[in-house]
């Protein structure tokens, strides 16, 4: 009986059967029968929602590549997993917490994260489902989640091990800071975003005039500082001055009044300063900008920190104490107006960091952290994309991360957070601090030192890793490290990592980093970057924009096969892709031409045809020439 198919390809009577069929049979695990490897990870998707089209050409891209290095015969795995997203997933699981009218300090620590597994195991399966709607050829048993038992030891283990080299140090730096979730966030969790401000010229009076009245202060008697945020000058420990601006030459190693606080600060020289920027004058502010802690440092000035962890000003700041960070520069600027001290308030376009969750705006803050030594682990991992054992494509995309590995700061892995790998430093009541693996160990540690403490004597720090820590091992730790097995040896390296030019930084230079240090060999051979997903006018995907597309709306409107074509056909070579609705409905036709030629076939072939039984002489000139072209694009790729 000859097969009848219908007129129509329908992607949901087919696709979901596939999906359970490949699933039954375990069909993307490596066979072992080859003696070539070829491996690629995932990049693991936060745990907090659901995969966005970014997620499906990434996947997509990697799927053609499995698929193709799998049809050559090679030993093939693609290893899937999650992110446990540290800050992200606090936000949202305190964000259900409160639509029941609670928060995070109603529990204890353990109680709350309960609370995030069992919220994890909802969202992250919710995101299996969606890649297997994908139809990604993914290994499933070898799913992996940064957040895993085994690869949580491994994190530890990475930590005493940087520690102990003295690779990680805990120290008062200048980090990104949310008074709104309280904690240090990295770099990439800062999003930048023009902002229209004001320009501050506040009048500093020179030493010996300042118990005169502002207000009929001469020209000659002060001098004038722009800033953006005049409520910090609280913390102002000196002005600077170019050393090469003529202006000031005589300024320098005087001293100026600083209103508001009543104490008089130094005039300082420093080659930071822009000479065309306001007055070429500007207030040094170490404990509240990166640049300041720099010249703090070089000018060996002592930061003053005016603020608290919630945004507010501290008791630095006198009356202000207590007032939010942006009512009190309201008050700041109104009592200067009132005194005198405001040369003049100008209109400024300035670029202001948000915190990328939440958008809440971040202040730079010195603050006591856990830090990373990098820049000895940057070194071989800029030779290694030099001397081409890695390799960036496309290759504009070796100066980016250039640029960024060779002026490398000091890496801040601390946050301030409940849910994550918690920092495995513990204190005795006398402050003396131990890095250990377990309570136990730590008990063992202090009494080599001569300390002896009980249990409920010794306190764990509070803090958690960077989740980008425990991401940075990820090309490794999926396959088992520290413990040597079969996996390691034929999976690590990777063939190719595949992800976007957003995270070369933050994730894919950290990779390289660590595969060097921990395994002496590099985590992949070849990274391939592609480009953003943009809507059809260029713009970002943006749920406040409202033009946010599901990729399982459009796999449930056009059939999975032609989103990922659509993909994968208007994909340019490291540039952004422009996403048209409109395409799909061709792509969709394509599949529908594929299906019916098919059919056509199905529909011509004999009673009991059988491909297997057909002789090379019984082949017209057309199928050897298909079969021809067919090997021939297969060999080539």
Not at 177 to 182: D, E, G, M, R
Not at 254 to 269: E, G, H, Q
Not at 434 to 463: M, P, W, Y
Request: glycine letters at 6%.
């Amino acid at each position: 009986m000859k097969l009848q198919l219908p007129d129509r390809y329908d992607p949901e009577s087919v696709e979901p059967k596939w999906i359970e069929i490949w699933e039954k049979k375990q069909s993307f695990q490596p066979e072992g029968k080859s003696s070539a490897n070829f491996s690629i990870v995932i990049p693991p998707p936060n745990v907090t929602g659901n995969l966005h089209i970014g997620h499906a050409l990434n996947h997509t891209i990697q799927d053609i590549i499995i698929r193709i290095e799998r049809k050559k015969g090679k030993n093939v795995v693609w290893v899937p997993g999650m992110d446990h997203a540290g800050i992200a997933t606090q936000v949202v699981v305190e964000r259900e917490l409160a639509k029941e009218g609670k928060k995070r300090t109603d529990f204890t620590r353990e109680e709350f994260n309960k609370k995030v597994w069992e919220w994890k195991a909802h969202s992250g399966g919710m995101i299996t489902k969606q890649q297997k709607l994908l139809g990604e050829s993914v290994d499933w048993s070898r799913e992996r989640f940064t957040f895993d038992e085994g690869l949580s030891k491994a994190v530890i283990q990475v930590f005493r091990k940087l520690y102990e080299e003295g690779l990680i140090y805990r120290g008062e730096r200048i980090i990104n800071w949310c008074p709104v979730t309280k904690t240090a966030i990295s770099d990439i969790e800062v999003e930048y975003k023009e902002k229209q401000g004001k320009l501050y010229h506040i009048r500093y009076p020179k030493s010996e005039f300042k118990n005169k009245d502002p207000k009929t202060l001469k020209a000659e008697e002060y001098i004038v500082v722009a800033t953006t945020r005049p409520e910090t000058m609280f913390g102002d420990v000196a002005v600077c001055a170019n050393p090469d601006d003529s202006r000031y030459v005589n300024l320098i190693q005087t001293k100026v009044f600083l209103p508001l606080a009543n104490r008089d600060i130094p005039v300082l020289a420093d080659s930071f300063v822009d000479k065309e920027f306001g007055s070429g004058l500007v207030k040094i502010t170490p404990a509240h900008d990166p640049n300041d802690y720099e010249a703090g440092l070089r000018l060996k000035l002592t930061p003053l920190n005016i603020m608290n962890l919630d945004g507010t000003l501290n008791e630095h700041t006198g009356k202000y104490n207590g007032v939010d960070r942006f009512e009190a520069r309201k008050r700041v600027v109104e009592e200067l107006q009132n005194l005198g001290y405001i040369e003049k308030i100008e209109n400024h376009t300035h670029s202001v960091g948000h915190n990328q969750r939440g958008g809440a705006v971040i202040e730079p803050l010195l603050s006591t952290q856990w830090f990373v030594k990098i820049q000895s682990l940057a070194k071989p991992a800029i030779e290694v994309v030099r001397s081409g054992k890695v390799q960036f494509q496309p290759k504009m995309w070796e100066k980016t991360y250039f640029e960024w590995m060779e002026n490398i700061k000091d890496w801040c892995i601390s946050r301030q957070l409940w849910w994550g790998h918690r920092i495995p430093a513990y204190y005795s009541p006398s402050g003396d601090m131990v890095v250990a693996e377990s309570l136990q160990e730590a008990i063992e540690l202090f009494s080599k030192k001569g300390i002896k403490v009980s249990e409920s004597e010794i306190k764990q720090d509070e803090d958690v890793l960077d989740t980008w820590f425990s991401s940075g091992l990820w090309p490794f730790t999926v396959f088992g490290w520290p413990n040597p097995n079969d996996d390691l040896k034929r999976f690590y390296p990777t063939a190719v990592l595949v992800t976007g030019f957003d995270i070369i930084f933050f994730w894919v230079a950290r990779m390289i980093m660590s595969g060097l240090k921990f395994m002496g060999e590099v985590p992949f051979h070849k990274v391939l970057i592609h480009g953003l997903v943009r809507d059809k006018d260029g713009k970002k995907f943006s749920k406040s924009l409202g033009n946010v597309v599901d990729p399982l709306d459009m796999m449930s409107k056009y059939g999975t096969d032609s989103f990922r074509f659509f993909l994968a056909a208007v994909l340019p070579e490291g540039k952004d892709i422009l996403f048209d609705e409109s395409r799909l409905d061709g792509y969709r036709s394509f599949c529908n031409k594929i299906w019916n030629s098919s059919r056509f076939i199905f529909m011509n072939i004999p009673e009991g045809f059988s491909a297997e039984q057909t002789k090379q002489d019984q082949k017209e000139d057309m199928d050897l020439w298909n079969l021809s072209e067919f090997y021939s694009t297969s060999a080539r790729y």
